[in-house]
Structure formats: C-alpha cells, structure tokens
C-alpha cells in the first residue's frame, strides 16, 4: 500500500544516520518528498547527495531548539507548500544506573527526547490544522513499555513520548491528523555509543548482538504512513525475534 507515500512531504529529524537516514533512503524510493534535519551538517549533505535531493532539502538542525525545528519545519512548507508527515526521530540513550549521578546526561535526554519531540509537534501542528490533515509519527522505545536497571531516565523520557503521543491523538481528530507511535527493540543504530556507563554499555552491547538492521524501522515507518486517511495506525512495537525483553 506504498501509494499513499509517493509526493507526501516528510520531514524527519535526526536524519544524518540510524533510524532516521535509513527511513529517508526507503521513503525516497516511494517517491516521499524529503525535507531533512540533523546536528551533522556534512552527514546531512552527504546523504543528500546520495539520494539527489537539492541542499536546501537539508537542514542543519538540532532538536533542543525550538526555532531550529520550527525553521526545519518552516523550510519543507517553503519548498512544498505543505507538510504531511513529520517523523520526531532524533533521540539519546546514554542509559545508567542512577547512583552514579550523571545528571548532565539526564538533561540531555530529557531536552532531546521529550522537548526535541514537543518542538516537533509546535512547528508541524499549525500547518496541519490549516491543511485539515497530516500525520505525526513520533519514536519511543520498548524502554517506553518497560524498565530495567541503568534505564530508568531514558526509560521515562520514553513512556513521556507516548504519554504526550496519546494525548495528541485524542486532541486533533477535529483536524483529522494522524499520530503514530513507533517502539522499536534492539535495532543497530549509534544510539549504544552514547552509554558512557560501562557497566550498562557491556550489558546493552550484548543485547545489540541480535540487532536487527534500521531497515525494519523503516519499513514500520512506511507501513504506518502508507495507509488510508481513514486508517491510524496509532502504536507499533516490534523487536528482534530473538529478543526476549
């Protein structure tokens, strides 16, 4: 059902690797207008050029600003006249125990994976009321459903996303704007390099052994996007087969 893709605009952030560069490679195949954000101007560009975007497609962007996100936003409107999906991709995982104080990494979460995801919806939501349509997709974790030792604040930056996921849903049917939650388990991204809790970093790398690849989100993502306008694929959670929690 990938004829829903072709010609909708997207906008995703985080979109210089992982999740997010593999999902703009697969939507570009089904003819997705790609308008992409991510801290990583030069991984940005080069992405760009892989996939023959023109460079204003891109957009140096990082989440923790509510006026560079607005200003991505702004950008896909300029372009296309129109936004019809934004996918809140960017994100952290710098799990540890909590006893080991690593406060400033907290914050960090807390800014990237709640408030990037928050700025997200301010700088699309306007547009899309206007349009009468559009879809949020939003990115939690199997960490957003359940909690382990050393995960607890990446955990609740999670379970924040698909809170504040589910109170979307519920506030913009008037616009018939659609909301998708994607919680996807143990997938290979960079995310794992940002643990600098060794202990936590030896026992996420062995649940990274079965790692399934970025594709997988990306094939959810479209899923999702390709659907009828009255269809709303509001939750995804996928894992690995062979991961057990």
Do not use: C
């Not at 950008?75 to 994100?91: M, S, T």
């Not at 909690?147 to 506030?171: C, D, F, H, M, N």
């Not at 659609?178 to 202990?199: F, H, K, M, N, Y």
């Amino acid at each position: 059902m990938t004829e829903n893709i072709n010609g909708k605009v997207v906008v995703i952030t985080g979109a210089s690797s992982g999740l997010g560069a593999e999902t703009a490679r697969h939507l570009s195949t089904l003819g997705a207008k790609l308008v992409l954000g991510a801290r990583r101007l030069d991984r940005l560009q080069a992405l760009a050029s892989e996939l023959g975007l023109d460079a204003k497609a891109i957009f140096q962007t990082d989440v923790t600003d509510r006026n560079q996100v607005k200003a991505l936003v702004d950008r896909a409107v300029e372009l296309h006249g129109r936004i019809d999906v934004i996918l809140n991709n960017a994100g952290l995982m710098p799990g540890s125990m909590l006893d080991k104080l690593k406060v400033d990494e907290w914050d960090r979460m807390i800014d990237v994976n709640i408030k990037g995801v928050l700025y997200g919806i301010a700088a699309a939501l306007p547009y899309m009321q206007a349009q009468k349509s559009g879809q949020i997709i939003n990115v939690s974790s199997v960490a957003g459903h359940k909690v382990g030792p050393g995960g607890a604040v990446y955990a609740g930056t999670k379970w924040a996303v698909r809170a504040i996921s589910e109170g979307l849903r519920q506030e913009v049917k008037p616009w018939n704007i659609r909301t998708t939650i994607v919680s996807p388990g143990a997938v290979a991204t960079e995310l794992i390099r940002t643990i600098t809790d060794q202990d936590v970093a030896t026992g996420m790398a062995k649940t990274y052994e079965k790692a399934i690849p970025a594709s997988s989100f990306a094939r959810v993502v479209a899923f999702a996007m390709s659907q009828p306008d009255d269809v709303d694929i509001n939750e995804v959670l996928f894992r690995p087969t062979s991961q057990a929690y």
